[in-house]
Nanobody, 123 residues
Framework: VQLQAFGGGLVQPGGSLRLSCAASGFTLDDYAIGWFRQAPGKERERVSC????????YYADSVKGRFTASRDNAKNTVYLQMNGLKPDDTAVYYC?????????????????WGEGTLVTVSS
């Protein structure tokens, strides 16, 4: 099982980015995929969770209404569309996976993690 997150970069406040999480070694259908982030000097924060089976998702209050998770099972890839970015969104973003038979469940004990991608929101 491998995960690779990419798509980070430097963006101005109010801008948008789309992160991708490419999965290999398993198919998304039975997995829940979480997006997490960690800013310098802060604890890791769970941003969103999406079911690879039916696409249902949930979000942290801090990003609700601005971030949207989606998945393309044919490409075995999960996305995080981030709009209305704020400086507080600056962090390294990680994707993680757990076999949940499609149940929407993401926590900090996810067994599989990808390397992070840095998102910097600054003018």
């Amino acid at each position: 099982v491998q995960l690779q997150a990419f798509g980070g970069g430097l963006v101005q406040p109010g801008g948008s980015l789309r992160l991708s999480c490419a999965a290999s070694g398993f198919t998304l259908d039975d997995y829940a995929i979480g997006w997490f982030r960690q800013a310098p000097g802060k604890e890791r924060e769970r941003v969103s969770c999406i079911s690879g089976r039916d696409g249902t998702s949930y979000y942290a209050d801090s990003v609700k209404g601005r971030f949207t998770a989606s998945r393309d099972n044919a490409k075995n890839t999960v996305y995080l569309q981030m709009n209305g970015l704020k400086p507080d969104d600056t962090a390294v973003y990680y994707c993680a996976a757990r076999n949940t038979l499609g149940i929407l469940l993401c926590d900090y004990g996810m067994p599989y993690w990808g390397e992070g991608t840095l998102v910097t929101v600054s003018s």
